[in-house]
């Protein structure tokens, strides 16, 4: 069971190296889930592999943000460079660069990120049988779970241990996104989750969870046939990756034995570490209840306790932790929940200039920003006593103990075209498309007629708990069953598959062939169905070769992924690709997907943020969605999509509460006020 530890800086690469580490997750400049990290650039990945290869560390490339359609052409680059750097991994989400992999760098092992929501053992056997070699789990998932995916086929297995938890499942949030234009599908996030929120007469974090820590737990998951832990934190310091990957390694080598010394010697490493509160997240009934507590804020470190005095950024503070010049500090502002960081300067106990200082002091501290009395302080990061090199230092090291690396080659821009040729479809000239307009709703909606929907499709999305009522009405749906997409919820829970076989074969059997999946594991049901597939804005397609991978896998028509601005949507519908592009133009998109549900939080609740944004807690199947007031909308440039090429559009109501109002107003022309138009005009990052 292979360690796998971050690094975003070469001096948390060199940490983990140092500390134990079996492997390492990195990223380039370009292409990272984590774009705020500091990451590597290719010239610097040729000195990090040999090094790696001679310490006997594996390298895995974290190559896993979505790419734009203008982006192509540096992922290629990019992939040519790799490819003949030979790493050990690329961790991927994207189905375009898995496309590019496949049909042009195929010797290259790819494994499918986080991002990818592989939830259950249907997720990974359909990356297995698209020739992945591992699948990183889904932090959501239980041991019972895990030993189910273990047993259903071959393919490699990574889970995480240790550090952040995410709210919502990866891949399926999209808040950060929606406020601002940063995805975390891009590496962009601005973590809305950690903030503080109002429902009624509540304030809390409700969507804040603690850290993960299952260090108590490895023996489970090496009887489990785990490949490799995983440690989260590229955006986390040398001192946080030098504690937790020792303590891991102590932990992995006393496997077996009785070693009382090296068990508190783990718990002093990661209690040194700075994290959150931690937990054993989902891995047990008992961890998952307790992984949210909305009366703690979502701060990193150690709370030194809150500003008492300021004058032209010196403050006054009776400190909760010992404290040093060189430790990191983080301020959060309370009247406007956002928070900002800095390295510690100045430090003076009684007007004398210090170092150090002990609890309990009262300290005046110089920080570059302005603080007021009120403002809470962590200390998220100390000086380091484990690193005590500078990275041009590192640097040196490296180069002096590596051979002087041969950059390849580069690509050149007509082998690059040939490649990007291969994503495009077929422009078929003379006849135009004809539009199809298809309105999106739930089971709950009362829709006794459906006479108003003719001409249209409908796309009915699928719930267990719901269907028993629901396929009561199933004979009205059933004289229109040309017309009717059934649509597959995103999460399906191991336990719940057999459900879902059987409802399909049901639904098939009556004639019904048109289906959208939400996850790619759902390929899994229609091996040996003729059917008409449509993927949904889940999985993400944001390019010319994402939809040509679709394609591929005999899907028909791929909903754009519903971050994709103005300019993403142009530059992909130039292409033509092979499974036809289908634009959401009106809904409540939800922003985050999740298998936690808020203690005390109630389906239908109103969700206030600071800034007084309104959203909706949904609660569905034991998966809660949060999804804006405000409704997103895309109707008034609807014209200006089909001028580009766009035939297929979705209008989805699934959120609405009188769906047939708005079905009627959006027909009628009459459009809502004070609609977002998500990235569409702002552009996405």
């Known amino acids: 069971m292979d360690l796998l530890a971050p690094a975003g800086t070469v001096e948390s690469f060199y940490a983990a190296v140092e500390n134990g580490a079996d492997a390492i997750y990195l990223g380039l400049k370009n292409f990272s889930a984590r774009a705020y990290a500091k990451n590597f650039t290719v010239k610097e990945l040729a000195l990090l592999l040999p090094y790696a290869r001679k310490k006997k560390v594996k390298i895995n490339i974290a190559l896993n943000s979505l790419a734009k359609e203008s982006e192509l052409p540096e992922a290629i680059r990019t992939l ?31 494994h499918g990120s986080v991002l990818m929501t592989v939830h259950n053992s249907l997720g990974a056997r359909q990356l297995y049988n698209m020739g992945f070699k ?252 484990e690193i005590n090199l500078a990275p041009k230092k590192i640097w040196e090291m490296i180069k002096k103990s590596v051979y002087t690396p041969r950059m390849p080659k580069a690509i050149s821009n007509a082998k690059i075209e040939k490649i990007l040729s291969s994503c495009k479809g077929q422009k078929h000239p003379g006849k135009k498309p004809m539009e199809t307009l298809s309105f999106r709703f739930n089971l709950t909606q009362h829709i006794p007629d459906t006479r108003p929907l003719a001409g249209h499709r409908i796309i009915m999305k699928l719930t267990k708990n719901e269907w028993p009522r629901f396929s009561k009405t199933l004979s009205v749906y059933q004289r229109r069953k040309e017309s009717i997409c059934w649509s597959l919820p995103p999460i399906i829970y191991e336990k719940d598959i057999l459900f879902f076989q059987k409802l399909i074969a049901q639904l098939l059997k009556k004639g019904f062939h048109n289906w959208e999946i939400t996850n790619l594991g759902h390929l899994q049901f229609f091996k040996k169905s003729k059917v008409t597939l449509q993927t949904g804005h889940q999985i993400n397609l944001l390019n010319s070769c994402a939809f040509t991978a679709a394609g591929r896998m005999g899907i028909a028509f791929g909903v754009v992924s519903i971050e994709a601005d103005r300019h993403d949507i142009k530059g992909l519908l130039q292409k033509h690709p092979l499974a036809k592009p289908v634009i959401t133009i009106y809904g409540h998109p939800p922003l985050f997907t999740s298998r936690l549900i808020p203690k005390g939080l109630k389906h239908g609740q109103t969700i206030v943020s600071a800034r007084q944004e309104r959203y909706r807690l949904s609660i569905v199947d034991n998966i809660s969605y949060l999804v804006p007031q405000r409704p997103f909308s895309l109707v008034p440039f609807q014209k200006e999509l089909k001028t580009i090429g766009c035939s297929n559009f979705i209008i989805d109501l699934s959120h609405e509460a009188k769906p047939m109002v708005t079905f009627a107003n959006i027909l009628n022309k009459k459009y809502m006020r004070n609609c977002s138009h998500f990235n569409y005009k702002r552009g996405l990052q």
């Open 80 to 110: 040519a460079v790799i490819n003949e750097l030979r790493p050990n991994a690329v961790i991927i989400q994207d189905l375009g660069i898995y496309h590019l992999i496949k049909s042009h760098f195929p010797r290259l092992n790819i």
């Open 134 to 385: 591992r699948a990183v789990l889904a932090r959501e998932m239980s041991f019972k779970e895990i030993a189910a995916v273990s047993k259903s086929c071959p393919i490699e297995l990574e889970t995480f241990v240790h550090g952040a938890l995410c709210y919502s499942y990866s891949g399926l949030c999209l808040f950060s996104s929606y406020l601002g234009g940063r995805g975390s599908t891009r590496g962009r996030c601005t973590q809305p989750c950690r903030r503080r929120y109002k429902a009624g007469k509540r304030a809390g974090y409700f969507f804040s969870p603690s850290d993960l820590s299952v260090i108590d737990f490895l023996p489970e998951l090496k009887k489990l046939g785990i490949k490799a832990i995983k440690i989260e934190g590229r955006m986390r310091s040398a001192t946080y990756v030098a504690s937790v990957v020792k303590a891991y390694r102590l932990a992995l080598d006393s496997l077996g034995t009785d070693n009382s010394t090296a068990i508190d010697q783990m718990k002093k490493l990661l209690q040194d570490s700075m994290g959150r509160r931690l937990s054993a997240g989902f891995y047990t009934p008992v961890s998952h209840k307790n992984i949210l507590a909305p009366n703690i804020s979502g701060n990193i470190g150690q709370f030194l306790g809150r500003v008492t005095g300021e004058a032209k950024n010196r403050i006054t503070i009776c400190i909760k932790d010992a404290l040093s010049v060189g430790d990191r500090i983080r301020a959060h502002f309370p009247e406007t929940d956002e928070r900002k960081s800095a390295t510690l300067r100045g430090l003076a106990i009684e007007k004398k200039t210090a170092t150090t200082a002990k609890a309990g002091q009262t300290v005046t501290l110089t920080l570059p920003f302005h603080c007021p009395p009120g403002t809470a302080l962590f200390k998220v990061d100390r000086t380091s006593s």
